[in-house]
C-alpha cells in the first residue's frame, strides 16, 4: 500500500501535511483539521489563525492531530513540542 499524501492550500497556496514532532509561532499548520498560522499558545488553548483573519481557539486537551504545512523560520526559537502543546498547564 502506497502512502498517501495529504494537500492542503492555504491562501491559494497547496501544502503536503507533513508530521512534525515540534511547531513554532507562525509556522502554518493544521490541528483537528483546522488550518492557520499557529498565532499563540495560551495556557488552556492555542489559537490558529485562519486564512479569513478568524481565530480559533482549540483546547490543548482537546488536540488530536497536528501537521506541519510550512515552517516559517528554520532554528525558530518559540516551538514547542507536540506532546507538550497537547498538555494544559
Known sequence: MENQETQYTFKGKAYT???TNKIGLDDIVCING???YFDALLSDNVILLDESGNEHY???????????????????????????????E
Open 58 to 88: 482549540i483546547e490543548r486537551i482537546a488536540i488530536q492531530d497536528v501537521y506541519l504545512l510550512h515552517r516559517f523560520l528554520s532554528g525558530n526559537k518559540t516551538g514547542i513540542s507536540i506532546g507538550e502543546l497537547k498538555e494544559a
Open 17 to 19: 501535511a507533513k508530521e
Open 34 to 36: 483546522i488550518v492557520g
